[in-house]
């Protein structure tokens, strides 16, 4: 995740979030600045701060939004009418769940546009008292269809895989008190959910899945125990299922492991209720070379970098020798336990996604086509298998039905981008669909165009590297040459910016009859083309596609992504082994702020320092700081008393607390003092209790022997 700060609006208090959202940042390395890493809008103000430019949510790198149905139709709640504790929403309110839904979504919208940053909005759970669980399910089910594959809002119903025991999710007195809904555990939660999705939103994300078969999709060695020998119990079945939805999501799979091969297709013929089969294995490595031979060899293959690749293996021997030899690839042990690797997998950051496209769901079958095109191009000459391939481009206006896939294009095409664009300005955009004697394509290509005077000027014009080499992108050209002359203007200009990896984009551009037009700095320039050549480009095989098209044995980065360098393979199993649950993370939070030990203090003044230095900003040294003095206020205050009820079942007046003397030592005597007249009355308590079971009999017995 990039170095940014997180805007937090919500319906209710919502700043505990804070501190856990602050932990997150600093366990990725990217809070930046510490006192700024995170900021809230003021209480309640949800709608305002999505639609008002200036505020935290607009001004921050990333924006987090968290409402519950309650507090935003609680007019429209039928008081009196209880359901298991819960408020029933009659007609009315379910309409206005609805309205509030649809007008939530435009201003999430709105602010996404705007400020052309992550959001994502967190529908958290009614409260057992005054909520309503079908106005939350009505609200949640709404919003997250709304933004259904949408790659700048994305919508949690839940905080899982953090999510705690329903026990420890909602806090009643600290809502009562200062309308803090939920527990700290329910908090952590919240915050690793919400960081979790925005690191799946802002970091480039992994194209190929390659993982080892002994020990990590089977039990057992399969040249040793054979096919019928090896073991896929219910835990290693977890893994399978994992994998099955990676292969859905559009990653490629590849098997890469030290066997015989038709060892290996023999266990997959043997296992047919397994959910991943040969078919969806985009290619394998199975033999006795290195594996990082053998990863750089499918990588050739597939043509992508090696920083496109995860790899999974359970040998410790393994995962080193490949992170020696393919420091690019992201090499992660799995642990040997088979429920400890499916547990893994859920927590390994890297495998999500936040949007899935169609095009990402054929991504496997794309694959293999392209390798069937590969095999017929080696028996022909470049030049003949153009011709055999009845290419067909297809340009057409972008509509909404190709928003999602635009941004993909933009986000991910590195190869062939002209400008390096990733976000479109122009005024139109078109988008370019391919298919061949082979297969179909999909959307590969886009172009963003303004007019400008006598110019019709593409800020965007980038190709997939899966259609790169074959003239579509002269094809692109030749569309907005004829479509500049529709509109009687004389001239075409592409923009184009120098990055490290759109080489071929500077090669298709050297080969045009055009002239440059330096702009904004020595690496950017127009590239300008009288608009009647532009539509007469054509596309002539030749050495540059030799190259672009690229045999079965060149690598080059086509597209591939830093998934390495986004996340290096320590933190990534730090996070899936070690963060997996609310405890966990509170843990981790308390160890990063420790106490410091005061010889002397009694167990429930170290337990009071022990809190102050968890929510403070200053931690106590001493039992004579005081609470206001190290940067305490009424809301740390609300959340001090809900954890002092929690740990020692009482409940301390606010009078007892808002004194200049609310010092580590006055507060545990406080706490002591109730805690003994809360005996004192449970004592008394059971003495009546006692007494108004004896007979008349017995009480004049006791008082006879009272009075002797």
């Known amino acids: 995740m990039n170095k940014i700060g997180v805007g937090v609006a919500a319906t209710f208090t919502a700043e505990p979030l804070g501190d856990a959202l602050r932990f997150w940042l600093a366990e990725l390395d990217a809070e930046g ?18 639609l008002d430019s200036g505020s935290v949510l607009g001004r ?15 007019g429209n709640m039928v008081a009196g009418n209880m359901a298991a504790g819960n408020m029933v929403v009659g007609q009315d309110g379910l309409d206005e769940v609805e309205a509030v839904a649809t007008d939530l979504a435009a201003a999430l919208r709105t602010s996404a546009r705007a400020s052309g940053t992550p959001h994502v909005l967190v529908v958290c759970p009614p409260s057992p008292e005054h909520g309503s669980p079908e106005a939350h399910a009505r609200l949640a089910s709404k ?62 994300r992994p194209k190929v899945v390659a993982v080892d078969c002994d020990g990590t999709l089977w039990d057992g060695v399969v040249g040793e125990d054979g096919p019928d020998g090896v073991v896929i119990g219910p835990e290693r079945m977890e893994i399978w299922r994992e994998l099955a939805r990676q292969v859905a999501a559009g990653r490629l799979l590849c098997l890469c492991s030290k066997n015989e091969e038709k060892d290996v297709r023999e266990v997959f013929a043997r296992h047919p209720e397994l959910p991943v089969g040969l078919d969806d294995v985009a290619a394998m490595r199975v033999g006795w070379e290195a594996k990082s031979q053998a990863l750089r060899s499918l990588a050739a293959e597939l043509d992508l970098g090696l920083d496109s690749f995860v790899f999974l293996d359970d040998s410790p021997v393994e995962c080193a020798e490949v992170r020696a030899g393919c420091p690019e690839v992201l090499t992660l042990r799995l642990p040997a336990d088979a429920a400890e690797a499916a547990a893994f997998l859920r927590h390994c950051w890297p495998l999500d996604l936040a949007a899935v496209t169609e095009a990402d769901r054929e991504r496997t079958r794309r694959y293999q086509e392209e390798r069937q ?30 928003e999602a896939r635009a941004a993909q294009l933009a986000e991910r095409t590195n190869q062939f981008n002209l400008s390096g664009a990733r976000r479109l300005d122009g005024d139109e955009k078109f988008v370019v669909d391919v298919s061949d004697r082979f297969g179909d394509y999909g959307v590969v290509g886009l172009t963003d165009v303004r007019t400008e005077g006598d110019t019709l000027r593409a800020g965007a014009f980038l190709l997939s590297c899966r259609a790169l080499g074959r003239g579509v992108e002269h094809r692109m050209l030749a569309h907005l040459g004829a479509l500049a002359r529709e509109r009687g203007l004389a001239r075409v200009a592409l923009a ?14 050297a080969a045009l009859p055009a002239t440059v037009e330096p702009y904004d700095g020595e690496e950017a320039a127009w590239y300008v083309l009288d608009a009647a050549d532009a539509a007469a480009v054509v596309h002539t095989p030749g050495p540059a596609e030799e190259r672009a098209a690229g045999p079965a044995g060149t690598t080059g980065p086509a597209g591939s992504v830093d998934a390495a360098a986004s996340a290096g393979w320590a933190a990534v199993e730090r996070i899936a082994t070690r963060l997996t649950g609310a405890d966990a993370i509170l843990d ?34 001493s039992v004579s700081d005081g609470f206001f003095q190290l940067g305490g206020h009424s809301l740390r ?5 809900a954890r002092v009820r929690a740990e020692f079942g009482v409940e301390l007046p606010f009078d007892t607390l ?10 545990a005597k406080a706490i002591e003092e109730r805690q003994l007249a809360d005996a004192d009355d449970e004592e008394l308590a059971g003495l009546l209790d006692e007494l108004a079971g004896l007979s008349d009999e017995e009480i004049d017995a006791l008082l006879d022997s009272g009075n002797g």
Request: aromatic residues 10%; glycine residues 4%; negative net charge.
């Open 60 to 74: 921050a790198g990333a924006a987090v939004v968290l409402v519950r149905a309650e507090d935003m139709v609680a």
């Open 373 to 402: 095109r590969e095999q017929a191009r080696g028996e022909m000459s470049l030049a003949d298998f153009f011709a055999t391939l009845d290419l067909r481009v297809t340009i057409t206006p972008a509509g909404p039905e190709h």
């Open 33 to 50: 600045d510490a006192e700024e890493a995170v900021a809230f809008a003021p209480y309640d103000q949800v709608f305002p701060s999505l």
């Open 143 to 204: 919003l997250a269809r709304a933004f259904e594959g949408d790659r700048a809002v994305s919508v949690l119903t839940s905080a899982e895989p953090y999510e705690p025991a329903p026990e420890a999710v909602h806090d009643a007195f600290a809502d009562r008190t200062g309308n803090v809904p939920y527990t700290d555990r329910y908090f952590a939660a919240l915050a690793a959910a919400a960081v979790r999705r925005l690191h799946a939103m802002t970091t480039p």
């Open 637 to 641: 205050l609300v959340q001090f008393m």
């Open 588 to 621: 981790a939070m308390r160890a990063a702020r420790p106490v410091t030990e005061v010889a002397g203090a009694s167990p429930v003044e170290a337990t009071v320092m022990r809190m102050w230095a968890e929510l403070l900003d200053v931690a106590p040294t």
């Open 658 to 667: 808002y004194t200049t003397s609310f010092t580590v030592a006055e507060v």
């Open 496 to 509: 184009f910016r120098a990055t490290e990896r759109n080489q071929p984009a500077r090669d298709f551009l």
